[in-house]
């Protein structure tokens, strides 16, 4: 993938992560609505994504996804690959959230 086409697949991937985002902390009944920012944050961050491999292309694999089979195939990438860090995470720092990823079916 090249440069360009890696950087489209990235804006697209970054679009469809911050809505499952969005859905996934809507779906946690133990965060406040005061800390929905900061957690939506936590879990889109390059500083997050970097510890998965470099942001962009992290980014792009969710688009790629998106692309090939739509948003709930996105939503399964970043289930099974995104998902099981971030909550690991949580866990180790203690943060709210039940620490399983939800469909937003």
């Given at each position: 993938?090249?440069?360009e086409d890696k950087r489209s697949k990235a804006w697209i991937g970054d679009a469809v992560l911050a809505?499952?985002?969005r859905?996934?902390?809507l779906?946690?009944?133990?965060?406040?609505v005061k800390d929905r920012a900061e957690v939506f944050i936590q879990m889109?961050?390059?500083?997050?994504?970097?510890s998965?491999?470099?942001p962009t292309a992290v980014e792009a694999e969710i688009g790629l996804a998106y692309q090939k089979g739509g948003l709930?195939?996105?939503?399964q990438h970043i289930e099974s690959t995104i998902m099981p860090?971030?909550?690991?995470?949580r866990i180790k720092s203690k943060q709210p959230g039940n620490y399983r990823a939800k469909r937003g079916d």
């Open positions: 993938m090249n440069t809505l499952y985002a859905q996934w902390i779906q946690q009944p133990d965060i406040r889109t961050s390059n500083q997050f994504l970097a998965l491999g470099e709930q195939v996105a939503f860090l971030f909550q690991k995470q």
